[in-house]
Protein backbone atom coordinates (compact mmCIF):
# COMPACT_ATOMS: atom_id res chain seq x y z
CA UNK A 1 0.00 0.00 0.00
CA UNK A 2 2.94 2.39 0.77
CA UNK A 3 4.48 1.57 -2.21
CA UNK A 4 1.52 2.27 -4.20
CA UNK A 5 0.77 5.59 -2.60
CA UNK A 6 4.84 6.53 -3.54
CA UNK A 7 3.87 5.33 -7.04
CA UNK A 8 1.26 7.54 -7.45
CA UNK A 9 2.91 10.68 -6.07
CA UNK A 10 5.88 10.05 -8.23
CA UNK A 11 4.05 10.13 -10.90
CA UNK A 12 1.91 13.59 -10.05
CA UNK A 13 5.19 15.01 -9.56
CA UNK A 14 6.24 13.84 -12.90
CA UNK A 15 2.56 15.01 -14.75
CA UNK A 16 3.15 18.83 -12.90
CA UNK A 17 6.84 19.16 -13.93
CA UNK A 18 6.43 18.05 -17.86
CA UNK A 19 3.06 20.51 -17.56
CA UNK A 20 5.23 23.03 -16.43
CA UNK A 21 7.64 22.21 -18.95
CA UNK A 22 5.48 22.89 -21.72
CA UNK A 23 4.08 25.75 -20.26
CA UNK A 24 7.42 27.36 -20.06
CA UNK A 25 8.02 26.26 -23.78
CA UNK A 26 5.08 27.58 -24.93
CA UNK A 27 5.84 30.82 -23.06
CA UNK A 28 9.29 31.03 -24.36
CA UNK A 29 7.51 30.61 -27.99
CA UNK A 30 5.39 33.38 -27.47
CA UNK A 31 7.78 35.61 -26.44
CA UNK A 32 9.38 35.00 -29.21
CA UNK A 33 7.58 35.19 -31.93
CA UNK A 34 6.12 38.65 -30.30
CA UNK A 35 9.93 39.75 -30.67
CA UNK A 36 9.78 38.87 -34.19
CA UNK A 37 6.74 40.87 -35.14
CA UNK A 38 8.50 43.74 -34.30
CA UNK A 39 11.80 42.92 -36.00
CA UNK A 40 9.69 42.02 -39.25
CA UNK A 41 8.94 45.54 -39.72
CA UNK A 42 12.78 47.26 -39.28
CA UNK A 43 15.32 44.26 -39.04
CA UNK A 44 13.35 41.52 -41.02
CA UNK A 45 17.07 39.22 -41.44
CA UNK A 46 17.15 39.04 -38.17
CA UNK A 47 13.32 38.10 -37.36
CA UNK A 48 13.67 35.30 -40.06
CA UNK A 49 17.48 34.31 -38.50
CA UNK A 50 14.73 33.65 -34.99
CA UNK A 51 11.98 31.84 -37.26
CA UNK A 52 14.41 29.25 -38.22
CA UNK A 53 16.32 28.54 -34.75
CA UNK A 54 12.26 28.09 -33.12
CA UNK A 55 11.13 24.67 -32.99
CA UNK A 56 7.27 24.95 -33.27
CA UNK A 57 6.24 21.59 -33.55
CA UNK A 58 4.64 20.82 -30.57
CA UNK A 59 3.22 24.18 -29.84
CA UNK A 60 -0.29 24.77 -30.19
CA UNK A 61 -2.13 24.94 -33.01
CA UNK A 62 -2.54 29.12 -32.82
CA UNK A 63 0.87 29.40 -31.99
CA UNK A 64 1.99 27.43 -35.20
CA UNK A 65 -0.31 29.57 -37.21
CA UNK A 66 1.51 33.10 -36.13
CA UNK A 67 4.08 31.17 -37.17
CA UNK A 68 3.60 30.32 -40.64
CA UNK A 69 2.56 33.62 -41.01
CA UNK A 70 5.41 35.48 -39.68
CA UNK A 71 7.81 32.79 -41.24
CA UNK A 72 6.18 33.65 -44.45
CA UNK A 73 6.24 37.54 -44.09
CA UNK A 74 10.04 37.19 -43.06
CA UNK A 75 10.85 34.77 -46.12
CA UNK A 76 8.99 37.63 -48.18
CA UNK A 77 10.26 40.90 -46.66
CA UNK A 78 13.83 39.08 -47.47
CA UNK A 79 13.01 38.31 -51.27
CA UNK A 80 12.96 34.86 -50.99
CA UNK A 81 11.09 33.31 -53.64
CA UNK A 82 8.19 31.22 -52.28
CA UNK A 83 8.11 27.39 -52.87
CA UNK A 84 5.84 25.62 -50.98
CA UNK A 85 2.40 26.53 -49.91
CA UNK A 86 1.90 24.20 -47.27
CA UNK A 87 3.30 26.34 -43.99
CA UNK A 88 1.03 29.20 -45.22
CA UNK A 89 -2.11 27.44 -45.59
CA UNK A 90 -1.97 26.60 -41.72
CA UNK A 91 -2.02 30.41 -41.12
CA UNK A 92 -5.23 30.35 -43.60
CA UNK A 93 -7.09 27.97 -42.53
CA UNK A 94 -6.67 28.85 -38.28
CA UNK A 95 -7.37 32.00 -38.72
CA UNK A 96 -10.40 32.05 -40.81
CA UNK A 97 -11.91 29.39 -38.86
CA UNK A 98 -11.49 31.92 -35.61
CA UNK A 99 -13.18 34.66 -37.89
CA UNK A 100 -9.63 36.56 -36.78
CA UNK A 101 -10.23 39.19 -39.50
CA UNK A 102 -7.14 41.65 -39.37
CA UNK A 103 -4.79 38.26 -39.49
CA UNK A 104 -6.87 36.37 -41.84
CA UNK A 105 -6.61 39.60 -44.63
CA UNK A 106 -2.88 38.90 -43.96
CA UNK A 107 -2.84 35.44 -44.17
CA UNK A 108 -4.89 35.41 -47.33
CA UNK A 109 -2.23 38.27 -48.56
CA UNK A 110 0.49 36.46 -47.86
CA UNK A 111 -0.85 33.29 -49.49
CA UNK A 112 -1.51 35.49 -52.77
CA UNK A 113 2.59 36.11 -52.77
CA UNK A 114 3.52 32.61 -52.31
CA UNK A 115 1.57 31.78 -55.00
CA UNK A 116 2.87 34.72 -57.20
CA UNK A 117 6.16 33.21 -56.48
CA UNK A 118 5.08 30.31 -57.78
CA UNK A 119 3.52 31.15 -60.98
CA UNK A 120 0.24 30.66 -60.11
CA UNK A 121 -1.03 34.09 -61.33
CA UNK A 122 -4.65 32.64 -60.63
CA UNK A 123 -4.38 31.49 -57.51
CA UNK A 124 -2.83 34.55 -55.90
CA UNK A 125 -5.58 36.85 -57.44
CA UNK A 126 -8.49 34.81 -55.67
CA UNK A 127 -6.53 35.11 -52.43
CA UNK A 128 -5.66 39.28 -52.91
CA UNK A 129 -9.48 39.38 -53.57
CA UNK A 130 -10.46 37.46 -50.73
CA UNK A 131 -8.22 39.47 -48.51
CA UNK A 132 -9.51 43.00 -49.83
CA UNK A 133 -12.55 43.14 -48.14
CA UNK A 134 -10.67 41.94 -44.92
CA UNK A 135 -8.09 44.52 -44.91
CA UNK A 136 -10.90 47.17 -45.69
CA UNK A 137 -13.18 45.75 -43.46
CA UNK A 138 -10.47 46.31 -39.92
CA UNK A 139 -8.64 49.34 -41.64
CA UNK A 140 -5.44 47.36 -42.12
CA UNK A 141 -3.64 50.10 -44.05
CA UNK A 142 -0.46 48.27 -44.28
CA UNK A 143 -1.82 45.24 -45.94
CA UNK A 144 -3.73 47.67 -47.73
CA UNK A 145 -1.05 49.49 -49.23
CA UNK A 146 0.61 45.80 -50.47
CA UNK A 147 -3.05 44.70 -51.75
CA UNK A 148 -3.38 47.37 -54.07
CA UNK A 149 0.33 47.46 -55.18
CA UNK A 150 0.52 43.59 -56.32
CA UNK A 151 -3.13 43.57 -56.93
CA UNK A 152 -1.81 46.57 -59.46
CA UNK A 153 0.62 44.38 -60.91
CA UNK A 154 -1.33 41.73 -61.41
CA UNK A 155 -3.85 43.63 -63.55
CA UNK A 156 -0.95 45.69 -65.46
CA UNK A 157 0.73 41.94 -66.52
CA UNK A 158 -2.68 41.46 -68.13
CA UNK A 159 -2.53 44.57 -69.87
CA UNK A 160 -5.26 46.53 -67.75
CA UNK A 161 -3.54 49.49 -67.44
CA UNK A 162 -6.07 51.97 -66.23
CA UNK A 163 -7.21 49.30 -63.54
CA UNK A 164 -3.20 49.28 -62.77
CA UNK A 165 -2.79 52.68 -62.26
CA UNK A 166 -5.43 53.70 -60.30
CA UNK A 167 -4.52 50.84 -57.72
CA UNK A 168 -0.77 52.12 -57.92
CA UNK A 169 -2.43 55.53 -56.99
CA UNK A 170 -3.92 54.25 -53.60
CA UNK A 171 -0.98 52.17 -52.75
CA UNK A 172 0.97 55.54 -53.12
CA UNK A 173 -1.46 57.55 -51.11
CA UNK A 174 -1.20 54.81 -48.15
CA UNK A 175 2.28 55.06 -48.49
CA UNK A 176 2.46 58.97 -48.20
CA UNK A 177 0.39 59.35 -45.09
CA UNK A 178 2.30 56.07 -43.40
CA UNK A 179 5.64 57.23 -44.75
CA UNK A 180 6.27 54.70 -45.97
CA UNK A 181 9.76 55.00 -48.12
CA UNK A 182 9.78 51.27 -49.54
CA UNK A 183 6.13 51.11 -50.73
CA UNK A 184 6.27 54.81 -52.15
CA UNK A 185 9.28 54.04 -54.24
CA UNK A 186 7.64 50.97 -55.53
CA UNK A 187 4.12 53.10 -56.30
CA UNK A 188 6.40 55.24 -58.26
CA UNK A 189 7.97 52.30 -60.24
CA UNK A 190 4.77 51.20 -60.78
CA UNK A 191 3.09 53.87 -62.18
CA UNK A 192 6.17 54.65 -64.16
CA UNK A 193 5.91 51.31 -66.04
CA UNK A 194 2.77 52.08 -66.45
CA UNK A 195 3.46 55.27 -68.65
CA UNK A 196 6.34 53.51 -70.07
CA UNK A 197 3.57 50.72 -71.43
CA UNK A 198 1.51 53.84 -72.93
CA UNK A 199 5.15 55.43 -74.41
CA UNK A 200 4.43 58.66 -72.48
CA UNK A 201 8.35 58.25 -72.16
CA UNK A 202 8.92 61.95 -70.66
CA UNK A 203 6.51 61.12 -67.66
CA UNK A 204 7.62 57.67 -67.19
CA UNK A 205 11.42 58.82 -66.57
CA UNK A 206 9.80 61.38 -64.30
CA UNK A 207 8.56 58.66 -61.82
CA UNK A 208 11.45 56.74 -62.28
CA UNK A 209 13.98 59.32 -61.01
CA UNK A 210 12.08 59.95 -58.07
CA UNK A 211 11.51 56.78 -57.10
CA UNK A 212 15.65 56.85 -57.45
CA UNK A 213 16.22 59.78 -55.15
CA UNK A 214 13.60 57.82 -52.27
CA UNK A 215 15.80 54.27 -53.26
CA UNK A 216 19.09 56.09 -52.91
CA UNK A 217 18.11 57.67 -49.30
CA UNK A 218 16.52 54.56 -47.70
CA UNK A 219 19.34 52.63 -49.18
CA UNK A 220 18.03 49.95 -50.24
CA UNK A 221 19.76 47.83 -52.75
CA UNK A 222 16.38 45.68 -53.78
CA UNK A 223 14.02 49.32 -54.89
CA UNK A 224 17.70 50.89 -56.53
CA UNK A 225 17.49 47.39 -58.66
CA UNK A 226 13.85 47.41 -59.56
CA UNK A 227 14.33 51.47 -60.59
CA UNK A 228 17.64 50.54 -63.16
CA UNK A 229 15.38 47.59 -64.18
CA UNK A 230 12.71 49.66 -64.98
CA UNK A 231 15.07 52.35 -66.51
CA UNK A 232 17.00 49.98 -68.66
CA UNK A 233 13.27 49.01 -70.19
CA UNK A 234 12.71 52.31 -70.33
CA UNK A 235 15.85 53.09 -72.58
CA UNK A 236 15.59 49.70 -74.54
CA UNK A 237 11.88 51.13 -75.35
CA UNK A 238 13.27 54.13 -77.03
CA UNK A 239 16.53 51.96 -78.41
CA UNK A 240 19.27 53.52 -76.56
CA UNK A 241 20.99 50.03 -76.25
CA UNK A 242 24.26 52.00 -74.47
CA UNK A 243 22.01 53.41 -72.05
CA UNK A 244 20.28 49.77 -71.41
CA UNK A 245 23.29 48.32 -71.01
CA UNK A 246 24.71 50.67 -68.37
CA UNK A 247 21.35 50.37 -66.43
CA UNK A 248 21.39 46.85 -66.50
CA UNK A 249 24.69 46.87 -65.13
CA UNK A 250 24.05 49.49 -62.52
CA UNK A 251 20.93 46.92 -61.34
CA UNK A 252 23.01 43.65 -61.25
CA UNK A 253 25.52 45.23 -58.88
CA UNK A 254 22.70 44.36 -56.59
CA UNK A 255 20.92 40.76 -57.42
CA UNK A 256 18.46 40.88 -54.49
CA UNK A 257 16.14 39.12 -56.56
CA UNK A 258 16.20 36.94 -59.28
CA UNK A 259 13.65 37.75 -61.01
CA UNK A 260 14.39 41.40 -61.69
CA UNK A 261 18.08 40.10 -61.89
CA UNK A 262 16.89 37.83 -64.98
CA UNK A 263 15.09 40.81 -66.47
CA UNK A 264 18.39 42.97 -66.25
CA UNK A 265 20.08 39.88 -67.81
CA UNK A 266 17.50 39.45 -70.34
CA UNK A 267 17.62 43.72 -71.08
CA UNK A 268 21.47 43.81 -71.45
CA UNK A 269 21.62 40.86 -73.77
CA UNK A 270 19.07 42.55 -75.99
CA UNK A 271 20.96 45.80 -76.06
CA UNK A 272 23.88 43.65 -77.12
CA UNK A 273 21.78 42.21 -79.83
CA UNK A 274 21.43 45.32 -81.43
CA UNK A 275 25.14 46.34 -81.10
CA UNK A 276 25.99 43.11 -82.83
CA UNK A 277 27.68 41.44 -80.17
CA UNK A 278 25.80 38.52 -80.80
CA UNK A 279 28.83 35.91 -78.10
CA UNK A 280 28.27 38.54 -75.22
CA UNK A 281 24.38 38.68 -75.92
CA UNK A 282 24.15 34.65 -75.82
CA UNK A 283 26.03 34.70 -72.63
CA UNK A 284 23.81 37.51 -70.69
CA UNK A 285 20.32 36.03 -72.14
CA UNK A 286 21.39 32.47 -71.13
CA UNK A 287 22.01 34.20 -67.37
CA UNK A 288 18.27 35.17 -67.54
CA UNK A 289 16.81 31.29 -68.79
CA UNK A 290 17.43 30.58 -64.97
CA UNK A 291 14.17 32.45 -64.13
CA UNK A 292 10.76 30.72 -63.25
CA UNK A 293 8.96 33.85 -65.19
CA UNK A 294 7.72 32.87 -68.25
CA UNK A 295 7.67 35.78 -69.94
CA UNK A 296 11.08 36.20 -69.38
CA UNK A 297 12.25 32.98 -70.59
CA UNK A 298 10.09 33.48 -73.45
CA UNK A 299 11.65 36.61 -74.72
CA UNK A 300 15.20 35.37 -73.68
CA UNK A 301 14.15 32.15 -76.28
CA UNK A 302 13.21 34.47 -78.87
CA UNK A 303 16.06 36.37 -78.83
CA UNK A 304 18.45 33.36 -78.79
CA UNK A 305 16.60 32.00 -81.74
CA UNK A 306 17.43 35.17 -83.51
CA UNK A 307 21.01 35.06 -82.76
CA UNK A 308 21.51 31.63 -83.98
CA UNK A 309 19.30 32.31 -86.84
CA UNK A 310 21.91 35.60 -87.69
CA UNK A 311 24.93 33.28 -87.00
CA UNK A 312 23.86 30.35 -89.41
CA UNK A 313 22.77 27.83 -86.80
CA UNK A 314 19.32 27.18 -87.95
CA UNK A 315 19.10 23.98 -85.72
CA UNK A 316 19.25 25.60 -82.18
CA UNK A 317 17.02 28.59 -83.67
CA UNK A 318 14.71 26.19 -84.51
CA UNK A 319 14.94 24.57 -80.67
CA UNK A 320 14.65 28.14 -79.39
CA UNK A 321 11.99 28.57 -81.25
CA UNK A 322 10.23 25.61 -80.01
CA UNK A 323 11.09 26.17 -76.59
CA UNK A 324 9.27 30.02 -76.74
CA UNK A 325 5.79 28.49 -78.58
CA UNK A 326 6.18 26.33 -75.40
CA UNK A 327 7.06 29.13 -73.26
CA UNK A 328 3.68 30.90 -74.77
CA UNK A 329 1.13 28.38 -74.81
CA UNK A 330 1.60 28.39 -71.12
CA UNK A 331 1.36 31.91 -70.83
CA UNK A 332 -1.46 31.78 -72.51
CA UNK A 333 -2.84 29.20 -70.21
CA UNK A 334 -2.33 31.33 -67.43
CA UNK A 335 -3.12 33.83 -68.65
CA UNK A 336 -6.14 32.74 -69.05
CA UNK A 337 -6.68 31.26 -65.48
CA UNK A 338 -5.65 34.83 -63.82
CA UNK A 339 -8.42 36.81 -66.59
CA UNK A 340 -11.10 33.83 -65.35
CA UNK A 341 -9.68 34.72 -61.48
CA UNK A 342 -9.79 38.19 -61.83
CA UNK A 343 -13.62 38.27 -63.28
CA UNK A 344 -14.89 35.82 -60.28
CA UNK A 345 -12.78 37.68 -57.53
CA UNK A 346 -14.80 40.85 -59.33
CA UNK A 347 -18.05 39.65 -59.15
CA UNK A 348 -17.70 38.88 -55.44
CA UNK A 349 -15.79 41.75 -54.64
CA UNK A 350 -18.52 43.85 -55.50
CA UNK A 351 -21.46 41.73 -55.61
CA UNK A 352 -22.46 43.70 -52.32
CA UNK A 353 -22.40 47.03 -53.90
CA UNK A 354 -24.23 45.73 -56.89
CA UNK A 355 -26.65 44.57 -54.32
CA UNK A 356 -27.03 48.18 -52.83
CA UNK A 357 -27.64 49.56 -56.21
CA UNK A 358 -30.80 47.40 -57.10
CA UNK A 359 -31.98 48.42 -53.87
CA UNK A 360 -31.78 52.33 -54.93
CA UNK A 361 -34.26 51.21 -57.32
CA UNK A 362 -35.13 55.08 -57.90
CA UNK A 363 -31.68 56.31 -58.80
CA UNK A 364 -31.07 53.28 -61.13
CA UNK A 365 -34.46 54.27 -62.81
CA UNK A 366 -33.07 58.26 -63.09
CA UNK A 367 -29.58 56.79 -64.84
CA UNK A 368 -31.71 54.79 -66.79
CA UNK A 369 -33.89 57.25 -68.55
CA UNK A 370 -30.92 59.86 -68.90
CA UNK A 371 -29.04 57.28 -70.27
CA UNK A 372 -31.68 56.61 -72.56
CA UNK A 373 -31.85 60.36 -73.24
CA UNK A 374 -28.02 60.45 -74.10
CA UNK A 375 -28.13 57.58 -76.58
CA UNK A 376 -30.54 58.88 -78.54
CA UNK A 377 -29.17 62.61 -78.51
CA UNK A 378 -25.85 60.49 -79.32
CA UNK A 379 -27.75 58.59 -81.75
CA UNK A 380 -29.49 62.11 -83.50
CA UNK A 381 -25.59 63.67 -83.71
CA UNK A 382 -24.43 60.47 -85.03
CA UNK A 383 -26.49 60.04 -87.71
CA UNK A 384 -26.27 63.97 -88.71
CA UNK A 385 -22.40 63.51 -89.28
CA UNK A 386 -23.11 60.81 -91.28
CA UNK A 387 -25.64 62.78 -93.28
CA UNK A 388 -22.91 65.56 -93.41
CA UNK A 389 -20.09 62.70 -94.42
CA UNK A 390 -22.28 61.89 -96.96
CA UNK A 391 -22.63 65.36 -98.53
CA UNK A 392 -18.56 65.43 -98.12
CA UNK A 393 -17.91 62.11 -99.85
CA UNK A 394 -20.49 63.46 -102.99
CA UNK A 395 -18.95 66.55 -103.52
CA UNK A 396 -15.57 64.82 -103.44
CA UNK A 397 -16.50 62.24 -106.06
CA UNK A 398 -17.76 64.81 -108.04
CA UNK A 399 -14.18 66.85 -107.67
CA UNK A 400 -13.06 63.85 -108.73
CA UNK A 401 -15.01 62.83 -111.73
CA UNK A 402 -14.33 66.83 -113.24
CA UNK A 403 -10.47 65.98 -112.66
CA UNK A 404 -10.62 62.72 -114.58
CA UNK A 405 -11.99 64.36 -117.46
CA UNK A 406 -9.36 66.77 -117.24
CA UNK A 407 -6.87 63.90 -117.10
CA UNK A 408 -8.19 62.38 -120.05
CA UNK A 409 -8.29 65.55 -122.27
CA UNK A 410 -4.66 65.80 -121.31
CA UNK A 411 -3.66 62.42 -122.53
CA UNK A 412 -5.56 62.83 -125.86
CA UNK A 413 -3.45 65.93 -126.02
CA UNK A 414 -0.50 63.87 -124.81
CA UNK A 415 -1.49 61.17 -127.80
CA UNK A 416 -1.56 64.09 -130.29
CA UNK A 417 2.01 65.00 -129.39
CA UNK A 418 3.65 61.48 -129.14
CA UNK A 419 2.23 61.11 -132.99
CA UNK A 420 3.66 64.89 -133.86
CA UNK A 421 6.90 63.71 -132.45
CA UNK A 422 6.45 59.91 -134.37
CA UNK A 423 5.59 61.84 -137.92
CA UNK A 424 8.59 64.33 -137.14
CA UNK A 425 11.11 61.14 -136.44
CA UNK A 426 10.20 59.93 -139.50
CA UNK A 427 10.72 63.20 -140.98
CA UNK A 428 14.38 63.39 -140.11
CA UNK A 429 14.91 59.81 -141.43
CA UNK A 430 14.03 60.82 -145.12
CA UNK A 431 15.90 64.24 -144.92
CA UNK A 432 19.39 63.46 -143.74
CA UNK A 433 21.23 64.63 -146.63
CA UNK A 434 19.81 68.52 -145.76
CA UNK A 435 22.48 68.82 -142.63
CA UNK A 436 20.98 72.35 -141.41
CA UNK A 437 17.55 70.86 -141.97
CA UNK A 438 18.25 67.63 -139.66
CA UNK A 439 19.65 70.08 -137.37
CA UNK A 440 16.49 72.07 -137.59
CA UNK A 441 14.11 68.73 -137.01
CA UNK A 442 16.34 67.37 -134.44
CA UNK A 443 16.10 70.58 -132.43
CA UNK A 444 12.12 70.49 -132.93
CA UNK A 445 12.61 66.68 -131.78
CA UNK A 446 14.45 67.68 -128.44
CA UNK A 447 12.03 70.76 -128.13
CA UNK A 448 8.74 67.75 -128.20
CA UNK A 449 10.49 65.64 -126.42
CA UNK A 450 11.27 68.13 -123.70
CA UNK A 451 7.43 69.43 -124.26
CA UNK A 452 6.45 65.98 -124.27
CA UNK A 453 8.25 65.37 -120.64
CA UNK A 454 7.47 68.47 -119.04
CA UNK A 455 3.65 67.46 -119.86
CA UNK A 456 4.08 63.77 -118.37
CA UNK A 457 5.48 65.53 -115.75
CA UNK A 458 2.69 67.58 -115.28
CA UNK A 459 0.05 64.93 -115.56
CA UNK A 460 2.04 63.20 -113.00
CA UNK A 461 2.25 65.63 -110.65
CA UNK A 462 -1.44 65.44 -109.94
CA UNK A 463 -1.69 62.28 -109.05
CA UNK A 464 -2.07 61.29 -105.50
CA UNK A 465 1.24 58.46 -105.31
CA UNK A 466 3.38 61.33 -106.96
CA UNK A 467 2.10 63.80 -103.91
CA UNK A 468 2.58 61.16 -101.31
CA UNK A 469 6.32 60.19 -102.31
CA UNK A 470 6.88 63.78 -102.74
CA UNK A 471 5.50 64.47 -98.66
CA UNK A 472 7.52 61.61 -97.54
CA UNK A 473 11.05 63.02 -98.74
CA UNK A 474 9.87 66.54 -97.07
CA UNK A 475 9.06 64.04 -94.04
CA UNK A 476 12.50 62.47 -94.13
CA UNK A 477 14.59 66.19 -95.28
CA UNK A 478 12.63 67.74 -91.82
CA UNK A 479 13.11 65.25 -89.46
CA UNK A 480 16.52 62.96 -89.97
CA UNK A 481 15.49 60.42 -87.22
CA UNK A 482 12.03 59.44 -89.58
CA UNK A 483 12.63 55.67 -90.70
CA UNK A 484 9.14 56.07 -92.44
CA UNK A 485 9.14 54.14 -95.88
CA UNK A 486 7.53 54.43 -99.22
CA UNK A 487 4.93 51.29 -98.87
CA UNK A 488 4.28 48.68 -100.94
CA UNK A 489 0.75 49.75 -102.15
CA UNK A 490 1.85 53.66 -102.96
CA UNK A 491 4.85 52.07 -104.86
CA UNK A 492 2.52 49.63 -106.98
CA UNK A 493 0.00 53.49 -107.55
CA UNK A 494 3.38 55.35 -108.54
CA UNK A 495 4.11 52.85 -111.35
CA UNK A 496 1.08 52.42 -112.76
CA UNK A 497 0.22 56.52 -113.12
CA UNK A 498 4.40 56.35 -114.50
CA UNK A 499 3.17 53.79 -117.20
CA UNK A 500 -0.12 55.24 -117.54
CA UNK A 501 1.15 58.93 -118.63
CA UNK A 502 4.31 57.77 -120.09
CA UNK A 503 2.04 55.27 -122.35
CA UNK A 504 3.76 51.99 -121.21
CA UNK A 505 7.24 53.28 -120.13
CA UNK A 506 7.55 50.45 -116.88
CA UNK A 507 6.22 47.79 -118.94
CA UNK A 508 8.32 48.43 -122.28
CA UNK A 509 11.22 48.61 -119.31
CA UNK A 510 10.50 45.10 -118.29
CA UNK A 511 10.31 44.20 -121.67
CA UNK A 512 13.83 45.39 -122.72
CA UNK A 513 15.66 44.65 -119.70
CA UNK A 514 14.21 41.52 -118.15
CA UNK A 515 17.29 41.42 -115.59
CA UNK A 516 15.70 44.20 -113.85
CA UNK A 517 14.77 43.74 -110.26
CA UNK A 518 11.71 45.08 -108.76
CA UNK A 519 14.01 47.63 -107.07
CA UNK A 520 15.95 48.67 -110.26
CA UNK A 521 12.44 49.41 -112.27
CA UNK A 522 11.35 51.71 -108.78
CA UNK A 523 15.11 53.05 -109.31
CA UNK A 524 14.18 53.71 -113.16
CA UNK A 525 10.96 55.13 -112.76
CA UNK A 526 12.19 57.94 -110.47
CA UNK A 527 14.92 58.75 -112.51
CA UNK A 528 12.48 59.02 -115.34
CA UNK A 529 10.50 61.48 -112.98
CA UNK A 530 13.39 63.50 -112.47
CA UNK A 531 13.89 62.75 -108.85
CA UNK A 532 17.56 63.29 -107.84
CA UNK A 533 19.72 61.23 -106.11
CA UNK A 534 19.34 62.91 -102.83
CA UNK A 535 15.86 62.43 -102.14
CA UNK A 536 16.35 58.45 -103.94
CA UNK A 537 18.32 57.72 -100.93
CA UNK A 538 15.73 59.26 -98.84
CA UNK A 539 13.04 57.46 -100.29
CA UNK A 540 14.64 53.78 -100.40
CA UNK A 541 16.20 54.79 -96.93
CA UNK A 542 20.12 54.55 -98.44
CA UNK A 543 22.99 56.28 -98.58
CA UNK A 544 23.47 58.40 -101.55
CA UNK A 545 26.96 56.27 -102.53
CA UNK A 546 24.43 53.49 -102.79
CA UNK A 547 22.06 55.31 -105.15
CA UNK A 548 25.66 55.91 -107.52
CA UNK A 549 26.51 52.06 -106.78
CA UNK A 550 22.98 51.11 -107.95
CA UNK A 551 23.21 53.39 -111.22
CA UNK A 552 26.54 52.03 -112.30
CA UNK A 553 25.36 48.24 -111.33
CA UNK A 554 22.24 48.47 -113.64
CA UNK A 555 24.60 50.42 -116.82
CA UNK A 556 27.38 47.71 -115.91
CA UNK A 557 25.34 44.56 -114.95
CA UNK A 558 21.91 44.44 -116.44
CA UNK A 559 22.23 46.84 -119.51
CA UNK A 560 25.66 45.59 -120.77
CA UNK A 561 24.95 43.97 -124.18
CA UNK A 562 21.44 44.80 -124.17
CA UNK A 563 21.56 48.69 -125.08
CA UNK A 564 24.06 51.36 -126.68
CA UNK A 565 23.53 53.85 -123.94
CA UNK A 566 26.53 55.36 -122.32
CA UNK A 567 24.56 56.87 -119.44
CA UNK A 568 21.60 56.14 -117.74
CA UNK A 569 19.60 59.29 -119.36
CA UNK A 570 20.18 57.99 -122.38
CA UNK A 571 18.64 54.50 -121.71
CA UNK A 572 15.45 56.40 -119.74
CA UNK A 573 15.14 58.69 -122.71
CA UNK A 574 15.49 55.62 -125.45
CA UNK A 575 12.88 53.39 -123.86
Not at 43 to 62: G, K, M, Y
Not at 71 to 86: C, G, M, P, R, V
Not at 151 to 178: C, H, M, P, T, W
Not at 371 to 392: A, M
Amino acid sequence: MKKLKVSIFIGILLLCLISYSCRRKEKIAASTLAKVEVLNSVHPDSALFLLQNLNINNEDVSLKAKYALLFTQAEDKNYILHTNDSLINIAVNFYDSVKNIGQAAKAHYYLGRVYQDMQNEAGAVSEFLIALPLAEQVGESKILCLLYGNLGQVYFQQGLLARADSLFILSENIAIQKNDSFNLAMGLIARGNVRLQKEEHSSAMAFFERALVIARNMHNANVQEVVFNSMAAFYASINCPEKTIEYSQKGLLYKADSLDSARLYLLRGSALMQLAEYDSAKFSINKSISTNNLSTKAAAYLLLADIEEKQGDLSKAFSYQNLYVECVDSMDLLESRTLHAISKGNRLLYSGRHQRLLNSYQLYLYGLLLFLLLLIIYWINKRYKYYNKINVLTLKKDSLECQLRTFSVMQEDLRKKEKELKLLREFIGTAEEDKMKLYYLTNQVNTLKKENKDFFLKLLKNTRSYKLLLQLIQRRKDDYKCRELYSEKDWDALLQDINHFSNGFVERLKEQVPLLSKNDIRFCCLFKIGISYVDMALVFDRTLDAMYKKRNAILMNKLVNMSNSNSLDEFIDAI
